[in-house]
T-cell receptor, first 112, second 113 residues
Framework: DPKIIQKPKYLVAVTGSEKILICEQYLGHNAMYWYRQSAKKPLEFMFSYSYQKLMDNQTASSRFQPQSSKKNHLDLQITALKPDDSATYFC???????????FGPGTRLLVL | AQSVTQPDARVTVSEGASLQLRCKYSYFGTPYLFWYVQYPRQGLQLLLKYYPGDPVVQGVNGFEAEFSKSNSSFHLRKASVHWSDWAVYFCAVRGTNTGKLTFGDGTVLTVKP
């Protein structure tokens, strides 16, 4: 059974719209992360959370907002979508902050 | 700042041959280093990790890597490559005071029959 679930697997959106990417982990981990992988850039760190608190934020744009409603959830809300936001977004988790990270299968987002 | 360079964008080896994928890191201090593998249309899977200690670390599926502080390197090796090793390999570094992983651009490994 998958231990890190990302939903949806694929997502198509129109420019200017808003989407939420879901991430749930069932590993009992206390830290969660978001990364982005696009054709133009390699894997890029976005956010890290520990015990539902923001630890690192490397995303310049406020259009990207992580949301942690539960300890094992870290969703990513993206507003005012642009074609440049097209990428695969990976969620990861670790037992504690700064521990080894394990990745989910990703959500492939295409913005038209 | 931390950074990783994987100088070989593509490597092709014959099945059964040995493999080395290169990784150079930049970090002022003691780094934590990782190799991940990404199979087509899948997420990243951890192959192995280096935490300060023995410079040679063993991973899954016969992979190993050697840390060299003098060369700022963390090269990945495998004695005999299998066709199922065809994938993209990423080296990553993390510093001691952050949860952020910084990845290299990846190396595409192709295995010839």
């Amino acid at each position: 059974d998958p231990k890190i679930i990302q939903k949806p697997k694929y997502l198509v959106a129109v420019t200017g719209s808003e989407k939420i990417l879901i991430c749930e982990q069932y590993l009992g981990h206390n830290a969660m992360y978001w990364y982005r992988q696009s054709a133009k850039k390699p894997l890029e760190f976005m956010f890290s959370y520990s015990y539902q608190k923001l630890m690192d934020n490397q995303t310049a744009s406020s259009r990207f907002q992580p949301q942690s409603s539960k300890k094992n959830h870290l969703d990513l809300q993206i507003t005012a979508l642009k074609p440049d936001d097209s990428a695969t977004y990976f969620c990861a988790s670790s037992h504690w902050y700064q521990d080894t990270q394990y990745f989910g299968p990703g959500t492939r987002l295409l913005v038209l | 700042a931390q950074s990783v360079t994987q100088p070989d964008a593509r490597v092709t080896v014959s099945e059964g041959a040995s493999l080395q994928l290169r990784c150079k890191y930049s970090y002022f201090g003691t780094p934590y280093l990782f190799w991940y593998v990404q199979y087509p249309r899948q997420g990243l899977q951890l192959l192995l990790k280096y935490y300060p200690g023995d410079p040679v670390v063993q991973g899954v599926n016969g992979f190993e890597a050697e840390f060299s502080k003098s060369n700022s390197s963390f090269h990945l090796r495998k004695a005999s490559v299998h066709w199922s090793d065809w994938a993209v390999y990423f080296c990553a570094v993390r510093g001691t005071n952050t949860g952020k992983l910084t990845f290299g651009d990846g190396t595409v490994l192709t295995v010839k029959p």
